[in-house]
């Protein structure tokens, strides 16, 4: 789609759930029913104020929002360059972002009368904050964790377990997200009545991608409002990570029509983004392809056979994208680049000792491409970059990287 | 092209239900499965679905997942799963082969390209499990308009308002998915089955064919009675998981055809 189309960034999706060529509803019929179900009650809840009423509520004094925009002061002295601030997501209830959209996707589930949720996780943060929002409702919660992200996320399995969710480790494949994802659609279809899955980003079939966009779109408003307050203007630039994509799509979605903002989506690149697909940037290294029930950038092989990505970051682990990001791609309206693992755990450590704050390897990604491009930027440029997470559930995955002893006895 | 309703007409001829045989093309090896693929016929098999590998089946149970893996690991892929059907045709032309899998292999492969080459090759039909019919304008339309059957999937969960929708564009048989969940774990009950199939008959003249959670000679039997119809796929291909010969697994096929054929 040409850019001289579109009056605006944010019409998206279309009543078929596309954006442009990607999204759409690539499910089997026995869940066509049910989203088409979910879509009516999502529908129904957008434009009643109740339901915002609830979740104004339960995001102030549940999660902590607003969370703050902190100027980051010695990482800007550090980079002698562009003025940067952070978006502090990680501060939120149970430390990310995934928080903001399972709470209005438990509402609707509780709209809905369903009792028993299902989730899939990869670093285990939205696993986490689903087994919390379970607890708070007495909801059932089963949640879908890769056998390879149990054991590098051994903290985030305990603390859902406290939570009361049962934890179903996936043998499946090679063990992490993209293989939950497989396993919670199979138990959706079977417990078709009683269950509602709770998918914890920007991707699968429509209304999901639409719906996580428009909860996780507080980080974004709260920010255009907070950094009014502090600077009197935008930002220039806006920086976020992207596994699937939501806190990415939280931060962007509010400033995608103010064209003077440069916006930034940063991919895994694991080892490096070659041939050997040793990494998970899907737009920088994948084709489009249909997988989880939409259209997307996937990494996939000549034949369309689903490949295996590679990150140090179990939450960006996943071969597929959002749709939507696949389409703020292909319009060029978002600039998407990737980063190593090396180079984030390189700003991994200097956000710990810079700054005090223990990122998680998500937006130290982020945080690797803010420190490429700020020392070449002028002092009153300012960039925002989204901390989507605390690191504590990282800290064995990066000693173990480090080549550091864990063992204090 | 008429080779599905041609059988169907035929078995109605003759009283006789339809016995639908699912394999994994490929699996354990193209040229066991080659074999396999070419002995079902004479097991009694009056419709065969070839299952086209896919990294990622999210309707499939553990049994189709793993026969996937190891065709893929054998080296399976779109273009082998084609040349099978080639091969099978130049010494069978009567009995219709569906293509079933997953739509991103056939998207990466290029839609025009997959369905002339597929005609080409003599596939009579298309099972696409993660395209419904509001996603028709993908391959179901392209291969109608090519003159392949594009057979779609009614399930529990297919109410009043949507039947019209999934039939709209169907054509060769309706499969009616016994159980809402994957292939191969549950078991199917008739009792629960044949309102469904009523249900489904008065909107349409179609043959309604049964499957999903179909796993002996005697569950396929009582199937039968209540549809035109019966798929086995993952009580066969658990055979084949156990490294049973090809004699083997199509005797078990043969004693499937017996109680679909004995309804």
């Known amino acids: 789609m040409t850019g001289d189309l579109l009056n605006s960034f944010t019409v998206g999706p279309d009543e078929s759930g596309r954006f442009g060529d990607f999204g759409g509803r690539f499910v089997s019929e026995t869940l066509m029913p049910l989203i088409l179900e979910l879509e009516k009650e999502y529908e129904n809840a957008k434009i009643d104020s109740n339901f915002w009423k609830e979740m104004d509520d339960l995001w102030a004094n549940y999660v902590g929002r607003p969370s703050p925009l902190y100027f980051c002061e010695r990482l800007t002295n550090h980079f002698s360059g562009a003025k940067i601030y952070m978006k502090r997501d990680e501060l939120n209830h149970t ?11 438990i509402l609707l589930a509780r709209r809905m009368n369903k009792k028993r949720i299902i989730a899939e996780t990869g670093a285990g943060q939205h696993g986490v904050a689903t087994a919390t929002v379970c607890a708070k409702f007495g909801l059932k919660c089963v949640v879908y964790m890769g056998a390879h992200d149990v054991e590098r996320q051994a903290p985030n399995v305990f603390r859902m377990k406290l939570l009361g969710a049962e934890v179903i480790p996936v043998t499946s494949g090679r063990g992490t997200l993209k293989d939950a994802m497989n396993d919670a659609l199979r138990d959706w279809v079977t417990n078709v009545e009683d269950t509602f899955y709770c998918i914890g980003t920007v991707a699968g079939p429509h209304p999901y991608p639409e719906m996580v966009r428009d909860f996780q779109s507080i980080i974004g408003k709260e920010t255009k409002t907070q950094m009014l307050e502090q600077e009197g203007r935008a930002p220039d630039t806006l920086v976020a990570a992207i596994g699937g994509g939501s806190n990415a799509m939280g931060l962007f979605y509010p400033f995608l029509d103010d064209l003077k903002v440069s916006i930034i989506g940063v991919e895994a690149g694991g080892k490096g983004v070659n041939s050997k697909m040793e990494h998970c940037a899907s737009l920088t290294g994948g084709r489009p392809g249909v997988l989880h029930g939409n259209r997307t950038y996937l990494l996939q092989d000549d034949d369309g056979q689903i490949l295996e990505g590679f990150s140090i970051s179990a939450g960006l682990d996943y071969p597929g994208i959002g749709p939507e990001h696949a389409w703020l791609h292909e319009s060029g309206r978002v600039n998407y680049v990737s980063i190593t693992d090396k180079e984030a755990l390189t700003s991994f450590q200097l956000c710990c000792e810079l700054e005090g704050i223990i990122p998680a390897l998500e937006p130290s990604h982020a945080l690797a491409h803010v420190g490429k491009i700020a020392p070449k930027l002028p002092s009153d440029h300012i960039i925002c970059m989204n ?18 002893d864990m063992d204090f006895s | 092209m008429a080779r599905i309703d ?20 490929g699996d354990p090896d193209y040229n066991e499965s080659k074999e396999l693929l070419m002995g079902l016929p004479e097991a009694g098999v009056d419709i065969i679905e070839l299952g086209l590998p896919f990294t990622d089946p999210m309707a499939d149970g553990p049994t189709i997942q793993l026969a996937g893996q190891r065709a893929l690991n054998s080296g399976q892929n779109l273009e082998k799963t084609l040349q099978m059907v080639q091969d099978f045709r130049s010494k069978n032309n009567v009995t219709p082969i569906i293509i079933m899998g997953y739509y991103n292999p056939i998207y990466s492969y290029g839609v025009d390209k997959f369905l002339s080459k597929a005609k080409l090759v003599g596939v009579d039909g298309l099972i696409i499990v993660d395209l419904p019919p509001e996603e028709d304008s993908e391959l179901c339309i392209p291969a109608k308009n090519i003159g392949l059957n594009f057979i779609r999937l009614a399930t529990p969960t297919t109410d009043e308002n949507r039947l019209p929708a999934v039939l709209k564009n169907t054509s060769g048989f309706v499969y009616y998915v016994s159980i809402t969940g994957i292939t191969g774990v549950a078991n199917a009950s008739s009792a629960n089955v044949s309102p469904e199939i009523s249900r489904i008959k008065k909107e349409t ?7 999903f959670g179909i796993k002996t000679p005697e569950a396929a039997l009582e199937m039968a009675k209540v549809a035109d119809g019966v798929v086995v796929g993952s009580a066969i291909v658990e055979k084949i998981a156990q490294g049973e010969s090809n004699k083997s697994v199509l005797a078990f096929v043969k004693s499937l055809a017996e109680g679909v054929h004995d309804a």
């Open chain 1, 387 to 404: 901390m989507c997470g605390r690191g504590d559930k990282d800290i064995f995955t990066v000693a173990k990287a480090l080549n550091f």
């Open chain 1, 95 to 105: 430390g990310a972002h995934k928080i903001n959209n399972v709470l209005g996707q």
């Open chain 2, 6 to 25: 041609d059988t169907f007409s035929a078995l109605r001829a003759n009283r006789k239900k339809a016995f639908v045989a699912y394999i994994m093309a």
């Open chain 2, 205 to 211: 003249d179609l043959p309604v064919v049964v499957g």
